[in-house]
C-alpha cells in the first residue's frame, strides 16, 4: 500500500484501539491530509470509541530483549547524505570482531529513545548499528514541536529521497564497520521501508528482516540478495493482507527467506514503550533476529 494510505491506516487502528481519541485522531488525519468529511468516515469505519480513556503506554519493561548485554544508547551521529546532512543514532560494535553492520529503520514516530536504545542492544549482540533519522531534512525527530508531524512529514517525503537516505546509511556504516556484510531491520513505517529497499535491489544488503510493515502492492524481487525474516503479528490484520503475496514474489524471485508470524501478538509488539508491547513475542523475535544474522553475517 502507498505510504500515505499505510500511515492513515495507523491512526484509525490507534484509534479503534483506544490509544488515540477521536479528536486527536480527526487531527492527526486532517494532518495528514485528510477533509473533516473523509476523516470522520474513516474513524467512522472503525470500532466504536471507548468510554474509558485511551490507555498510556506501560512503563518500560525491567529486562527488555538484549538489555543486559546493551552498551548503552547509541550516540548522535552527523553525516552527509545526498541532500544535505543526515542525523543517525550509532552505536559501536562490542568484541574485537564484529559479527557485521546493522541498518535500523524506525517506526513512523521518528528516531526516539527506544530505537536509541536498540542500537545499543545489537552493538551489544556484536553488531554495528546505525538507525538514521528519517526526519533529518525538518532538523531531525527532536527538533518537531509537535509529535503528530512526523508521520505527515515522512508521507511527504518522495519515496525515491527516502530510500536515498538509508542508502547513505549504508555508506556510513561502510566507513564505520569496514568490510562488514550488511542487514537491515525496520518496524512498521521502517518495516515498509526495509521491503522497499529490497525491492528497489540494494546490492549491499546480505540479510533483512522487515518486522510488520507495508508489503508493496506488486512485489518485485527479482533484484533481492538478501536473505529475508520477514515478522508478522497474528492480530495485524491490516499489514498481514500483503503476507501472502510478499511470500509468492520471494518464492518465485528463489529469495531464501522465512516468514514468522506471532500469533496472538499485535503490530508494534516489539516496542517495548508501546501500549502493544508483548514481551514473549518480543524475546522470541531478538532470539530469531539475531539467529537470522549470525547465520547469513557470518
Known amino acids: 500500500m502507498a505510504l500515505r494510505e499505510y500511515l492513515v491506516g495507523e491512526v484509525a487502528e490507534d484509534f479503534a484501539d483506544g490509544v488515540l481519541s477521536r479528536r486527536e485522531a ?11 468529511a473523509a476523516a470522520g468516515a474513516v474513524l467512522s469505519a472503525c470500532a466504536a470509541e471507548p468510554a474509558a480513556p485511551p490507555p498510556s503506554a506501560p512503563p518500560p519493561p525491567a529486562d527488555p530483549p538484549g538489555r543486559a548485554q546493551s552498551v548503552g544508547p547509541g550516540q548522535e551521529i552527523r553525516f552527509a547524505g545526498p541532500a544535505g546532512e543526515l542525523i543517525g543514532a550509532w552505536a559501536a560494535p562490542a568484541g574485537a570482531r564484529p559479527h557485521g553492520a546493522l541498518l535500523v529503520v524506525h517506526e513512523n514516530r521518528g528516531l526516539t529513545e527506544h530505537f536509541r536504545d536498540l542500537v545499543g542492544r545489537l552493538a551489544g549482540a556484536g553488531y554495528g548499528a546505525l538507525c538514521v533519522d528519517m526526519l533529518s531534512a525538518q532538523g531531525g525527530t527532536a527538533a518537531l514541536t509537535d509529535p503528530a508531524q512526523a508521520p505527515t512529514a515522512l508521507a511527504d517525503t518522495p519515496g525515491d529521497a527516502l530510500l536515498a537516505d538509508l542508502r547513505a546509511g549504508i555508506d556510513e556504516l561502510g566507513r564505520r564497520v569496514p568490510g562488514a556484510k550488511v542487514g537491515m531491520v525496520g518496524f512498521c513505517f521502517g518495516g515498509g521501508m526495509t521491503w522497499q529497499l529490497l525491492q ?3 546490492p549491499r544488503l546480505t540479510a533483512a528482516v522487515p518486522f510488520y510493515g507495508p508489503v508493496p502492492e506488486q512485489p518485485d524481487f527479482s533484484r533481492v540478495t538478501a536473505a529475508v525474516l520477514a515478522m508478522f503479528a497474528g492480530l495485524d490484520d491490516r499489514v498481514n493482507a500483503g503476507r501472502e503475496r510478499a511470500e509468492a514474489a520471494m518464492r518465485a524471485a528463489g529469495v531464501t527467506h522465512w516468514i514468522r508470524t ?26 530469531e533476529m539475531l539467529d537470522w544474522f549470525e547465520r547469513h553475517l557470518a
Open 262 to 287: 506471532f500469533e496472538g501478538a499485535d503490530h508494534a509488539f516489539f516496542n517495548d514503550t508501546g501500549p502493544r508491547y508483548d514481551a514473549d513475542a518480543a524475546e522470541q523475535a531478538w532470539t
Open 200 to 202: 528497489a535491489g540494494e
Open 26 to 36: 480527526l487531527r492527526r488525519l486532517g494532518l495528514l491530509g485528510l477533509g473533516a
